[in-house]
């Protein structure tokens, strides 16, 4: 049963709702098993608390959630029932950024020295290059940073070594270059 009682005065929603029997069954599931995750068990403490009609300030104070938390969980599962009142909703994932081609030319550019006046590659300076090379249009240092570490590069670490720079390129996907002669 859900009941959804509105107060005008102060503008508040409260909420208010009851438990099915195999909903309650569920929840005391999870509580006494112990297996799920913390956040899995405080919400599934809410609703229980929730079941008894205690008030969101006072069951924030007994697990220790804010009382927007506990409105926000009651609120849930208003919505979409006990499934989305328990568990996050899956988030959406960011298209990525740089293309496999691109970030293969990054990591090539630093398999070469650096520009006249530099021991090394920096992140600024990657960064700057990248652009100027125009491999892609915009990009932080940051996203050159995990790169670079994916790739189990740091070349901000020690000077590139002449000769040391065919195994970056192999490492990339790059052939070998004594081998493509053969």
């Known amino acids: 049963m859900y009941v959804l009682v509105l107060e005008t005065k102060n503008k508040n929603v409260k909420v208010v709702l009851t438990l099915s029997e195999k909903e309650k069954e569920k929840v005391k599931e999870i509580l006494n098993k112990g297996k799920a995750s913390a956040r899995i068990f405080k919400r599934a403490r ?11 300030p006072t069951i924030s104070r007994y697990v220790g959630v804010t009382a927007e938390t506990v409105r926000r969980i009651g609120w849930n599962y208003l919505k979409g029932g006990l499934k989305r009142a328990l568990y996050e909703a899956p988030r959406p994932v960011g298209k990525k950024k740089v293309s496999r081609n691109e970030e293969t030319r990054i990591v090539a550019l630093v398999c070469f020295d650096p520009p006249q006046g530099y021991d090394r590659w ?45 195994f970056l390129w192999r490492h990339i996907g790059g052939r070998d270059m004594e081998q493509s002669n053969k």
Do not use: A, C, M, Y
């Open 46 to 56: 809410v609703l229980e608390l929730f079941n008894k009609v205690i008030t969101s």
């Open 122 to 166: 920096s992140l600024r300076l990657l960064t700057e290059e990248v652009k100027k090379q125009k491999i892609v249009e915009s990009i932080g240092r940051e996203t050159i940073r995990v790169i670079l570490k994916n790739h189990g590069i740091k070349p901000w670490w020690e000077k590139n070594e002449k000769g040391g720079n065919r």
